[in-house]
């Protein structure tokens, strides 16, 4: 499979996993734990209308992975989101974590992906170019 190919695959994977957990986990409220979350590290008051900002804010960025603008400084953002994302769970609310601890290793695997996705593989394809 070509190297253009497989960016394209992981940027439609990446998008994907994006707007799941926004739109479907937040923003509509399908996987109630989302909001408990917020709820334990920002508190009650205002759980549920910051759960719906974090989901739109994560359909907003399958867009701008879609669009490909900045697509390195959008790969940063979505490293330094998910680590700083899966620190804070892992310290504060390991409990609320579908797979608990081990949340922290699947976050390191996206990290990973994204990682490879845009300073690997783009970087032989701008070079090919």
């Known amino acids: 499979m070509a190297n253009r190919e497989i960016y394209r695959i992981l940027t439609y994977f990446l ?10 986990c937040k923003v509509l409220n399908l996987v109630s734990r989302h909001e408990q979350i917020v709820a334990r590290i920002l508190g009650d008051d205002f759980s549920r209308p910051l759960t719906v900002l974090i989901g739109l804010a994560e359909v907003g960025m399958t867009v701008w992975i879609l669009s490909g603008i900045k697509s390195r400084l959008n790969a940063l953002v979505q490293i ?40 690997e593989l783009n970087k032989e394809l701008t070079q090919q170019a």
């Open 15 to 24: 998008a994907v996993i994006w707007f799941v957990n926004g739109l479907f």
């Open 80 to 119: 330094a989101v998910v680590a700083t994302m899966n620190i804070l769970e892992v310290v504060l609310v390991p409990d609320l974590l579908l797979w608990g601890r081990l949340n922290a290793f699947f976050a390191l695997l996206f990290i990973l992906v994204v990682y490879y996705k845009e300073f």
